[in-house]
């Protein structure tokens, strides 16, 4: 099943274990385009062609112009997958594509990609849940780490779309502790950039200009802080950033720019690290798993270890690469499903919560 060559220890390893499940996943759910090739928890490949800079200009994603994006890159981005993985589509076992929630234009590319790709292949295509995809991306493998269990736990998922706590039981068995009341984390850093005048993606960015500054120079608002729910806010918080603008102008020093970058992290920070103990300790968990494109914030991967360390509990970050948008996740959760006996099944659905009872019945 596995002719895959590569010569480090971690391949030999990898190689030596002839039970392994090798998926072929598509990512289509927004302005990503991926495929990747996933050996169990191993990453072989995962190809990214990124659409930010044609979004960059409208200042967010437009989803028609996602879609056609979609079209242009898949075939090319599938290839080079197979190519970086060095390997051929009889070293597949299954196929598995992001089935939602995302957008309905952009998912149709991948479904229907895969679809192609699962009869003309004679392979079982499993679709996965966006967020279960991020779930896992902590677990990833590569030539950089070992791969690690996936066991229950509690996730703090922080994207440009979702800001949410789950009680990870099993695999497909989420419980939802609590999400955002309105802008994500994601969508907060985006704004504010905005504001800013810093551009699009904003988290990238403010997460840079942040580290020049004194996050103690203004002090934001952090919302339910001090709430004893697994709730979030952030609009409150984009005001407040508004409001200073408004009384102070947009600054006029790169030093009063990085003090307001710091400072509104800071305020983000805060909040996402205390309700994230918080969740750990309700549960009497041991382990927080940080995911999701905001888990790429420094500020936050520094906050979230210090507290693990004060608290006691064992914090795991998603590896930077694996922390936006990617194929390797999707491809590593389908691989997870497979090993436990999850029906393959696939059908677009574009908001499909992450405790829907479907993705757990299909055992
Ligand atoms: O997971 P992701 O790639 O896509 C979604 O599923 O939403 O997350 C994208 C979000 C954007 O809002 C972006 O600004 C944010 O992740 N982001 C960051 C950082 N890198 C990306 N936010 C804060 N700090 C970062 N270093
Ligand atoms: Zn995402």
Same mark, same amino acid.
């Given at each position: ?9 971690? &391949? ?19 302005? #990503?385009?991926?495929?990747?090739? +996933?050996?169990? $928890?191993?990453? =072989?490949?995962? +190809? ?7 979004? !960059? ?13 979609? $079209?242009? &890159?898949?075939?090319p981005v599938v290839r080079e997958a197979l190519e970086q993985a060095n390997v051929t589509f009889d070293a597949i076992d299954a ?6 929630? *995302?957008? !309905?234009?952009?998912?149709?590319? *991948? ?15 499993? *679709?996965?849940?966006?967020? =279960? ?10 030539? %950089? ?5 996936? =066991? ?5 998922? /922080?994207?440009?779309?979702?800001? #949410?706590?789950? =009680? /990870? ?15 994500? !984390? ?5 704004? @504010? ?25 203004? #002090? ?7 709430? %004893? ?11 407040? /950033? ?6 102070h102008g947009q600054p006029q020093s790169h030093q009063h720019l990085c003090d307001i970058c710091a400072a509104f992290q800071a305020? @983000? @920070? ?9 969740? /750990?300790?309700?549960?009497?968990? %041991? ?6 494109? @905001? ?12 507290? &693990? %360390? ?7 970050? &998603? ?26 099944? +696939? ?13 757990? $019945?299909?055992?």
């Open positions: 099943m596995i002719n895959h060559h590569k010569s480090s220890p971690l &391949a030999l390893e990898r190689e030596a274990n002839d039970t392994n499940t090798r998926v072929l996943a598509i990512e289509s759910s927004c302005d #990503e385009t991926s495929c990747a090739v +996933v050996n169990d $928890l191993w990453v =072989e490949s995962n +190809v990214i062609a990124s659409q930010v800079q044609t979004h !960059a200009k409208f200042g967010g994603i437009v989803p028609e112009i996602a879609s056609r994006y979609h $079209l242009d &890159a898949i075939v196929i598995a594509v992001t089935h939602g929630p *995302g957008l !309905a234009g952009a998912l149709l590319v *991948g479904i229907q990609m895969a679809r192609g790709l699962a009869l003309a292949l004679d392979k079982p295509l499993y *679709g996965i849940h966006h967020l =279960e995809g991020h779930l896992v991306s902590a677990c990833l493998g590569d030539e %950089q780490q070992h791969p690690i269990l996936f =066991e229950p736990h509690i996730a703090l998922v /922080v994207s440009g779309g979702h800001t #949410e706590l789950i =009680e /990870v039981k099993k695999l497909g068995q989420y419980r939802i502790l609590g999400a955002t009341r309105d802008d994500a !984390a994601g969508e907060a850093f985006d704004k @504010v950039a905005k504001m800013l005048g810093l551009g699009y993606p904003g988290g990238p960015v403010i997460d840079r200009l942040a580290e020049a500054g004194d996050s103690q120079a203004f #002090e934001f608002p952090r919302a339910m802080l001090r709430q %004893q729910n697994f709730e979030f806010s952030f609009s409150g918080l984009k005001t407040a /950033v508004a409001m200073h603008l408004d009384q305020a @983000v @920070v805060d909040v996402l690290v205390n309700k994230a103990c918080m969740a /750990v300790k309700k549960t009497k968990s %041991q382990s927080l798993h940080v995911v999701g494109g @905001v888990a790429a914030n420094s500020g936050l991967r520094a906050g979230v270890m210090a507290a &693990a %360390q004060i608290h006691n509990f064992t914090a795991t970050m &998603a590896p930077l690469r694996y922390c936006g948008d990617n194929a390797a996740m999707i491809a590593g959760a389908a691989a997870l499903r497979i090993k436990a006996g999850f029906y393959p099944l +696939v059908e677009m659905q574009p908001s499909i919560p992450l405790d829907d009872p479907s993705l757990w $019945l299909s055992q």
